[in-house]
Every structure is written in C-alpha cells, then in structure tokens.
C-alpha cells in the first residue's frame, strides 16, 4: 500500500517561489499560465495488511504533525492499494 501526500502553501500566503516560475514561464512563451504554486511530494509505502481506515489515520497524522507546518502550509492524501 503506498499513500501520496501533497503539501501546499496555504492561498493566503505569498509563493514567491511559484511567482518566479510563472514569470519565468511567462517568458519563455507559456502566456496561458495564469498562476503557479509549487509544494512538496512524499510518497510513503505503507504495510500491505494495514486496515485501510488505520492507513488513513496515520498518514493524516504523519501529514498534519511531521510533514506540514500547519501556519502556513495545507495538505492532501491518495492512498493506492
């Protein structure tokens, strides 16, 4: 079982990082991109007989407490049997 996690900046926090890609792809002729925000990916294997509920607790615990700082940051989950 594997689970995906993707880690956002919140909407209401500056990106300069995702600004400077925009701008940059602005530039290089991609003038249909209206925005860019860029985060963070982690992808965990999880134990094959782990109840799929527990999975989700735990990953959800794992996102909220050690892989986001949640002032400024958000996340979401797949998990893949």
């Known amino acids: 079982m ?3 996690v993707y ?11 995702g600004q400077t890609i ?4 602005r530039k290089i002729g991609f003038s ?3 925005a860019v ?3 963070k990916y982690f992808a ?11 999975a989700r607790t735990q990953v959800e615990r794992i996102a909220r407490e050690v892989l986001t ?4 940051e958000e ?6 049997e």
């Open 2 to 4: 594997k689970a995906h």
């Open 7 to 17: 880690v956002t900046l919140k909407t209401s926090v500056l990106d300069p990082q």
């Open 22 to 25: 925009h701008n940059a792809l």
């Open 32 to 34: 249909d991109i209206s």
């Open 37 to 39: 925000r860029q985060g």
């Open 44 to 54: 965990l294997s999880l134990a094959d007989d782990l109840d799929p509920q527990a």
């Open 69 to 72: 700082n949640p002032v400024i």
């Open 75 to 80: 996340f979401t989950y797949r998990i893949e």
